[in-house]
Structure formats: C-alpha cells, structure tokens
C-alpha cells in the first residue's frame, strides 16, 4: 500500500450539511455515512466502499476508483458544518 495523503470535502443530506475529513492509501473522492442513505450513484470509473474502521470511528463509505481492492484510512471525521451566528439568529 501506498502512504496516506490527506483528503477532505463535504455534501448535503436531508437539507444538512457535512464536512469530512480523513488519510488514507487510497484516493478518496467522497465520503458519507452510511445512515446518509441511498448513497448516489458512483461515475464510472468509481466505486463505494467502506473501508476497515474502529469501534469508535463513523460508519462510512468512501467513494474510490474502480481498481481499488482494499485500502486503510486514518483520522476520519465527519461532521455537521455549523452556520454563521448570523444565520442562525436570521433563521
């Protein structure tokens, strides 16, 4: 396996929004947690997996290239992004 590289984004599910975080040996285009179902559709090329994880370390599938048989992530986080105070109070 190749060295862990860090990777981060963020998606929308059910009018939330969340940010993730995590390492890992593979390139990973997108993460979600696997209660954030149905998952979309993965574009060729691409798979969703979920990777080996820890007890206390969220359920998720990652979304890889196709050719990926196994892979090792660290660190993994992801978390409902917070709006403004501003937003909030507005809302």
């Keep these: 396996m190749s ?9 929308e599910f059910a009018g939330s929004s969340y940010g ?3 390492y890992a040996t593979a390139r990973v285009y997108e993460v979600r947690q ?3 179902a149905p998952l979309p559709c993965a574009p060729q ?3 969703w ?3 080996p994880r820890k007890a206390y370390e969220p359920d ?5 290239d196709a050719t990926v048989e196994e892979f090792s992530q660290i660190l993994l986080q992801v978390e409902a992004e917070r709006r403004p105070e501003a ?4 809302a």
């Design 3 to 11: 060295a862990f590289q860090a990777y981060s984004g963020a998606y």
């Design 20 to 22: 993730w975080r995590c």
């Design 34 to 36: 696997t209660g954030h």
């Design 45 to 47: 090329g691409r798979k």
């Design 49 to 51: 997996m979920a990777p």
């Design 60 to 64: 998720v599938a990652c979304l890889v």
């Design 87 to 90: 937003e909030t109070a507005a």
